[in-house]
Every structure is written in C-alpha cells, then in structure tokens.
C-alpha cells in the first residue's frame, strides 16, 4: 500500500515538473495587437458584430478580416479609438450612435415560449418553460436577440434610465448658434 502511494506521488511530482518546464519553454506568445483591441472592446460578449464573443471580434479587427465599426455598442468613440490604434481611416457614416436600451417583458402577455430565454447571450432572462419570464437589467447588454424572436410581442427595449454611475454631461450641438451674449 505505502509503495503505490509513493509511486503515483513520485509520478505526479514526476508529470508536474514536466508540465511546468513545457509550459515556460513552449509556450506561444499572442499578439499583442490583439490583446490591446479586446482590452477596449467593452466586454460584454453579446455577439452584435456577429462574432461568438468579444476575443474572437478583436482577432478579427486586429488581422484586418473585420472593420474597426462593428461593434454596435461601442458605437462611433469606440471605432475612433480603434482607427487610432490600428492606424487606419474610418468612415463612420454607417455607425449609429443608440443609446443603452434594456430588454423588459410584459408579464401579462408572456406565454413562457423559451424563445427568449434561449437566445440571450448572457442569461439575463430568467424563466422556464409555460413560465413567466422576467430580466435582469443588469445582465441585460441591449443586443435585441430576444426582441427578435418573440412570438407574442411581449418583450420592450426601454432606454436605461440614467442613475448617479450613469449619468454623463451631453456634448454640446454645434449645430445651433449660441443665443446672443453667451460665446462671442
């Protein structure tokens, strides 16, 4: 008994040091282009751009196989930003700017499908089936998959109401003249 117990400790000390010496050795360096267009990419994972998740939408940006615009909730700053880093011009005439929308049911009309529920990439849906489902607005990223698929209408995307950790200053429109005596 006391001899197997030290053989398969002998052994695994054994396949621990050979794993630790292959993984400094061997070990791949990434790009680091990449690295820094998933850092600025917000995160979320919602597949809006298409791709499965956010590390797969940067290797594409960072490889030229995507454009710097497709993040839809990065919206126009975001693109700037990645035009700046990549060294590349962007044309962000196609780029809308949304504002933050959350998903909401209407529980009266909730038939309790699953639609929803299996389409949101974050389960911010919670429910069952012939259940009324419900969201979490702070797992919810606005993608709109749910809204798509909902057979009984049931589901709203409502703006996010601005809280003290949301709120920012509105950039001025300069599109309108100052009234008279303010600017000169």
């Known amino acids: 008994m006391l001899a197997a117990i030290a053989s398969l400790t002998i052994l695994g000390l054994t396949f621990g040091w ?9 070990k791949v360096e990434g790009n680091p282009v990449v690295e820094k267009v998933e850092a600025i990419l917000p995160g ?3 597949g809006q751009c ?16 995507a454009p710097v ?12 930003e990645l035009a700046g880093l990549l060294g590349v ?3 962000l005439s196609g780029v809308e700017e949304k504002t933050p929308v959350v998903a909401h049911v209407y529980e009266n009309l909730c038939v309790g499908c699953t639609k929803c529920f299996k389409r949101c990439p974050t389960d911010a849906i919670l ?19 749910c ?10 995307m409502r703006p996010v109401k601005p809280t003290l950790q949301t709120w920012y200053w509105p950039s001025p429109d300069w599109d309108h003249p100052l009234p008279a005596g303010i600017g000169a």
């Open 18 to 26: 050979l794993l630790g010496l292959s993984a400094r050795y061997l």
């Open 44 to 46: 979320s994972q919602c």
């Open 50 to 65: 298409g791709f499965p998740g956010c590390s797969a939408a940067a290797e594409a940006i960072a490889n030229g196989q």
């Open 69 to 80: 615009t497709l993040c839809p909730p990065g919206g126009r700053a975001l693109a700037e």
């Open 89 to 91: 011009a962007v044309n």
């Open 127 to 145: 429910g069952g089936p012939k259940m009324i489902h419900s969201v979490f607005p702070d797992a919810c990223t606005g993608c709109e998959k």
């Open 147 to 156: 809204y798509e698929v909902c057979p009984t209408e049931c589901i709203e």
